[in-house]
């Protein structure tokens, strides 16, 4: 680690750069770990991040970022339709790990996410935590359709490349189709559907050992019988396949659905503008359409990515080539998932961390001038638009302050806060999400002037926004800083 972080601060004072101290370097091992629909796998990655001094800012940044190892990959295991193989998966993370020479200590972040069908299954939720727990010391439980999106459009490099057009990202998994239209480095909107290439699949017999409910309503749509130990045909899979490419070009076009397909939608409909975009495949189709691959794995991406380029023309899109296709999504869930605050927060306790799960809720704040009332307000409305009164659960409030930080103004946002205690007095530790370096001014303010009881945790100079999830890790060594992952927690 400590070679890695000189050799960077030598390049950068080689590039004329102003020197960098240690303490505005830091390195962590990030892993991510997929498990899909039709195949599980992992990956780890190296971060390196910079303090942005010369901006005034206290905040970390990733300004590097270096893939470690690549797992195989692994048809995900199923005891039964309905049950994940937790002993099978959890041999070969386990054998991942040690072909990586790494131990779960050393991981510093990361994220599991449990994407496509295999989310609906039954020990699902269960799994995925039981491998974030032991993946190391800040791995998250992580997933949902818009943040598998968001991840794979990270992982392909559309968002990377976005910088001078407008990228249409297309993740095809197993089980969904994943939709991202990313505009200058921004993803500007996020859809998906239940279509799939592992959503009917067969044995080495031909016999049909997999149907998934959307795979079940596709075929009686179009007229393919369909028995779980039966056979099916050759032409009868050409015939599904081209269905569901049907469906799902009616969704990428962004035109109007068919009941069925508004049906297999899992995420709004996506009207937004493609005129002039590139368009991206990525996910295990995509290996079929960019000729990466041609082996057939009992299921039915091959034929599914022939029927796709058989229709792209009609879009009128140019096809570009991603940095990557299936491993799109682990390399997301490796090197995206992170945000670092800044090194001004507050703890009241040390051992107050990590915690996981909050919800986000962001008050609308207002005004010339901050009131105390004014904030307390802007409390109530949102626990009251989020049923928080009736039904209180854990939350990182977020506020995001329009005023000059003066001690008037923070004075008055930390009595704001202290008036709407009652709301959610029964939360210890007290959770303040700032956009603004703020945080430790913030949380001294409430703990040590203002008295309040509960302990306080305040982080600073991270993006959130209403119904994100976060957690929150443990300070990073001598950096001050916390690992904060946001995220989308979503299992159906």
């Not at 993740?171 to 909107?189: H, R, S």
């Not at 670092?340 to 009241?348: A, C, E, G, K, R």
């Amino acid at each position: 680690m400590h070679d890695d972080l000189e050799e960077y601060a030598d390049r950068q004072e080689e590039e004329g750069a102003v020197p960098h101290k240690h303490s505005d370097l830091m390195e962590l091992v990030s892993v991510g770990i997929d498990i899909g629909s039709s195949t599980s796998h992992l990956m780890f990655s190296r971060l390196l991040l910079e303090r942005r001094g010369r901006e005034f800012s206290s905040r970390f940044e990733v300004v590097e970022r270096e893939s470690l190892f690549r797992s195989p990959i692994l048809l995900t295991p199923y005891r039964d339709r309905d049950t994940i193989d937790t002993e099978a998966l959890a041999q070969f993370i386990n054998r991942s790990y040690a072909e990586a020479g790494v131990e779960s200590s050393q991981v510093d972040t990361g994220a599991v996410i449990c994407t496509g069908e295999a989310v609906k299954k039954r020990n699902a939720e269960a799994i995925v935590r039981l491998f974030a727990d032991q993946g190391g010391k800040f791995v998250c439980a992580t997933a949902g359709p818009n943040l598998e999106t968001v991840l794979a459009a990270h992982g392909s490099g559309a968002v990377a490349h976005s910088r001078d057009s407008t990228i249409m990202n297309v993740d095809i998994g197993g089980g969904t189709c994943k939709l991202a239209i990313v505009k200058n480095g921004a993803i500007l909107e996020t859809a998906c559907i239940n279509v799939g290439s592992r959503l009917v699949a067969w044995d080495t017999q031909g016999q049909v050992n997999r149907i998934e409910e959307a795979g079940a309503n596709i075929a009686s749509w179009a007229g393919i019988p369909l028995e779980l130990g039966k056979p099916l045909s050759q032409q009868n899979k050409v015939a599904l396949a081209e269905a569901m490419a049907q469906l799902l070009f009616e969704f990428l076009e962004g035109k109007g659905l068919s009941p069925l397909a508004e049906e297999l939608l899992i995420t709004p409909f996506s009207r937004y503008v493609r005129d002039g975009a590139r368009l991206y495949f990525s996910g295990g189709v995509s290996e079929y359409i960019y000729g990466r691959e041609v082996q057939d794995y009992g299921d039915l991406g091959r034929l599914l990515a022939e029927s796709i380029q058989k229709r792209v023309p009609v879009l009128g899109l140019k096809v570009g080539e991603p940095d990557e296709g299936l491993r799109a999504t682990v390399i997301g869930a490796s090197q995206y998932t992170i945000q670092v605050s800044s090194s001004t927060i507050y703890l009241s306790r040390k051992d107050l961390l990590p915690i996981r799960d909050l919800l986000v809720v962001a008050p609308l704040l207002e005004g010339v001038e901050p009131s105390a009332d004014g904030v307390a307000n802007a409390i109530e409305r949102v626990f009251m638009r989020f049923d928080l009164m009736e039904h209180p659960r854990p939350v990182a409030l977020s506020l995001r302050c329009p005023w000059e930080n003066s001690y008037t103004t923070l004075k008055n946002l930390g009595l704001g806060v202290l008036q709407a205690k009652a709301l959610w007095g029964h939360q210890n530790p007290f959770v303040l999400v700032f956009d603004a370096d703020i945080g430790r001014l913030v949380g001294a303010l409430l703990k040590e002037e203002l008295a309040l009881e509960q302990e306080v945790v305040a982080i600073d100079e991270i993006t959130v926004g209403d119904l994100d999830f976060i957690d929150i890790g443990e300070e990073l060594g001598y950096s001050q800083a916390v690992p904060v992952v946001v995220k989308s927690l979503v299992f159906r």
